[in-house]
């Protein structure tokens, strides 16, 4: 079983809709003026962003939280698996803080979150940055292959009849030698010349104990939301980044943000994967810097 022995500690919990206790994380200075509200990614936990909140953590308090099913949270659930659910959790925790005014910053299905909750709240955002971002409709282009969106739907189909086989195929996926998970995920997903073992291999080894069908209902709901329609909501300035070799989350993606958002920077990352923001960190943070310093001088 994974061991969360070396997880960060969260700074407290906060209470959902339903009740449910779920814990979140603050980086940096708590006394800056200024907060980033981090969402993070489908599958992932505090470990995906530890180095882009390492390099900004100097200037900003930065928050986040678990989303239900992963990391600390691993045993949550929703009654009904959606974008609203999740979109409930983050209002929850944006009132716990306070309602307060946030930089609002999304890694991967975090953009797509963040979209969603900015078109129905943005009252309190003061700038939004999007890292490597999918914004609905995902496996319509994922690898850039058109069979992803039908495997999909079809394995949520079968599940009630082949759950248990789904499982365990999932378990053991996971549990293969960290060198030979590293192999099949290069190029498609990560670039591990890039990250030390040490940095990477906290994500890939909790892999393993999330719980398939959750990740399986999540997937198929992000996939069959969309952000269209909405990106005319972000009236804040606005930094989209992907990486070149991406192909979970294709540029193109990030370039119809960038297109569809009067203020608005693009940057994409020189052969950057949908892993670089650990990869590409030091590039991440300093497109970010620049953003702020140029998009939102002090």
Not at 257 to 264: E, G, L
């Amino acid at each position: 079983m994974y061991n969360y022995d070396n997880y960060p500690r969260p700074a407290g919990y906060f209470t959902a809709a339903d009740g449910a206790q779920l814990p979140w994380f603050e980086y940096g200075n708590p006394r800056a003026q200024e907060t980033i509200f981090f969402l993070n990614g489908l599958t992932c936990n505090q470990f995906n962003i530890a180095k882009v909140i390492r390099g900004l953590e100097n200037k900003f308090r930065v928050v986040t939280f678990d989303y239900r099913g992963q990391g600390l949270a691993w045993r949550e659930r929703y009654p009904v698996v959606s974008v609203d659910a999740v979109v409930a959790d983050i209002e929850a925790f944006h009132a716990h803080l306070g309602k307060i005014p946030v930089h609002l910053f999304g890694y991967s299905m975090g953009c797509q979150l963040a979209v969603e909750w900015n078109f129905r709240n943005n009252s309190r955002i003061e700038s939004v940055v999007l890292l490597m971002g999918i914004y609905g409709n995902i496996f319509n282009t994922f690898m850039n292959l058109g069979i992803f969106a039908p495997i999909v739907n079809t394995t949520v189909d079968l599940f009630p009849f082949l759950k248990s086989f789904y499982k365990i195929a999932w378990r053991s996926a996971h549990s293969m030698p960290y060198a030979l998970r590293v192999a099949l995920g290069r190029g498609a997903m990560l670039n591990p010349d890039l990250v030390a073992e040490s940095e990477l291999r906290p994500f890939l080894d909790q892999l393993r104990e999330l719980d398939f069908e959750y990740l399986l209902r999540m997937s198929h709901a992000i996939h069959h939301h969309t952000n269209e329609g909405q990106f005319h909501k972000i009236e804040k300035p606005c930094l989209s980044i992907s990486g070149e070799n991406d192909l979970f989350a294709s540029p193109t993606h990030s370039e119809r943000v960038h297109q569809a958002v009067a203020a608005s920077w693009y940057f994409a990352i020189p052969r950057g994967t949908h892993n670089a923001i650990l990869e590409n960190a030091t590039d991440i943070v300093a497109f970010v810097e620049d953003f702020f310093s140029e998009k939102m001088p002090r």
